[in-house]
């Protein structure tokens, strides 16, 4: 189960981002512990659906609920990922909890984000939106980490009854991850040839 501490950090941003009524799902190692792979996370990822022009908006509504920019400029940008990291401090604890907001950029998030799946987190005490499997698959594939890239392996092997292979295999061809999923099918199913793409 995640960090008392990230939980409390994912529970603070949520009810911040809500009110705003923009599509919002949560991403990164929460998510992965919502498909059945739990694992140790030190921070919150959040994919945003607003583009960079209406950062502001969503500024305005966290800072009151006590989180601050990790650093100047509060958002950057990574490759094509517009990014705003920002810090918050639990009540009665000496250390911040990072929250990354990553804002949709490319038409796959905003599809991705359409996807999303409402689920209960054990240790949470409101609902949230997390990406589909499929999607989260695709974004650590993206991501190209090697954590990234075990993960993904993990939630193929915990989920394949479940994943939806059409879709997956659809935007593999698209993002031109033939390679990457290879990898991956290969650590989950070594005995099998991974789905054409």
């Known amino acids: 189960m995640p ?3 990230v939980l409390a950090a994912l529970r603070q941003v949520w009810t911040a981002l809500e009110p705003l009524d923009i599509p ?3 991403m990164g190692g929460l998510a992965v512990s919502a498909w ?3 694992r140790n996370t030190q921070d919150v990822d959040v994919l945003v659906g607003v583009e960079r022009a209406r ?3 969503v500024l305005q509504a966290v800072r009151p609920a006590g989180f601050r920019p990790k650093s100047r400029p509060v ?3 990574i490759e094509q990922q517009n990014i705003a990291q920002l810090l918050y401090t639990p009540p009665d604890i000496q250390w911040d909890i990072q929250v990354d907001l990553l804002l949709v950029s490319t038409n796959y998030q905003k599809t991705a984000l359409n ?3 409402t689920t209960q987190l054990s240790g949470l005490d409101i609902p949230i939106a997390v990406l589909s499997c499929e ?9 190209g980490r090697v954590i990234d890239r075990a993960d993904a392996a993990m939630l193929l092997r915990e989920n394949r009854d479940e994943i939806d292979m059409d879709y997956l295999t659809d935007w593999i061809r698209r993002l031109a991850l033939h390679s990457e999923f290879a990898e991956i099918w290969r650590e989950a199913f070594p005995s099998e040839a991974p789905p054409a793409a």
């Open 55 to 57: 950062f502001d908006s």
């Open 24 to 26: 919002i799902a949560v």
């Open 135 to 143: 999607d989260l698959i695709l974004h650590k594939l993206i991501a």
């Open 3 to 5: 960090g008392e501490m």
């Open 115 to 117: 996807r999303r799946v």
């Open 36 to 38: 059945g792979h739990l």
């Open 75 to 77: 958002l950057f940008r």
